[in-house]
């Protein structure tokens, strides 16, 4: 099952094939980088958008909220892993979706392997909020298993209230909304995009 929004727009979002799950135990490094995450506040996302439209996106991450999604956002940001990953999942009204870095790069996109995979690093219990699902909320995608999130996250174009509670909210956009909505749609029915889609050019931490 692909890493993907599911809830009740499950017959809209979720694609075809298979995807495997992580054994979802936490490593000792990412509980000790999420702790350090507690002293900072809320560290910045980065996000310099490539392809039809380009711009930069800054994304608020809530530390406070889910240390270790944070903590595995930081880890991939740094090293570079998201630099090139494509929206490969784009629903008008809806969402924007993307970090498979496994599948999802923009060198080779191939749209029935994007959004399968997700790091090398186990999957992250969920660390849901009562923080509502709006335009500009950033949340981490998951397959159906509530404890199966990893690397891919979406940003909301519009509200969604059927999330809320569902899937750990991870940040807000603080600027460059007017990118996030410029990104280019799919046009299949679970949005998925097709070819030539929009890509996360670099991604850093500030």
């Known amino acids: 099952m692909n890493k993907a929004i599911i809830g009740v727009v499950v017959a809209v979002v979720l694609g075809a094939g298979s995807y495997f799950l992580f054994s979802g135990n936490r490593e000792p490094e990412t509980i000790l980088a999420a702790q350090a995450l507690t002293e900072i506040t809320n560290p910045v996302l980065v996000i310099e958008v490539a392809g039809s439209t380009s711009g930069t996106i800054e994304i608020k991450l809530r530390s406070d909220l889910a240390p270790l999604h944070i903590a ?17 999942r784009v629903i008008d009204g809806f969402m924007a979706q993307t970090g498979d870095v496994e599948f999802g790069m923009i060198e080779g996109y ?3 392997r994007a959004g399968q995979g997700g790091s090398t690093s186990p999957d ?16 981490m995608a998951r397959a159906q298993p509530v404890n199966s999130a990893n690397s891919q996250f979406f940003i909301m174009f519009d509200n969604a209230s059927s999330l809320n509670g569902q899937y ?21 029915p679970n ?6 889609p929009d890509y996360m050019e670099r991604v850093t931490i500030k």
């Open 110 to 112: 191939d749209i029935n």
């Open 72 to 88: 595995r956002i930081t880890e991939l940001a740094n090293s570079g892993a998201y630099d090139g990953v494509a929206f490969h």
């Open 191 to 196: 949005g998925a995009v097709a070819e030539n």
């Open 124 to 139: 992250i219990p969920a660390e849901f909020s009562d923080v509502p699902y709006v335009e500009g909320i950033v949340g």
């Open 168 to 188: 750990t909210v991870i940040g807000e956009v603080i600027s460059g909304m007017e990118v996030v909505h410029a990104i280019k749609r799919g046009v299949s």
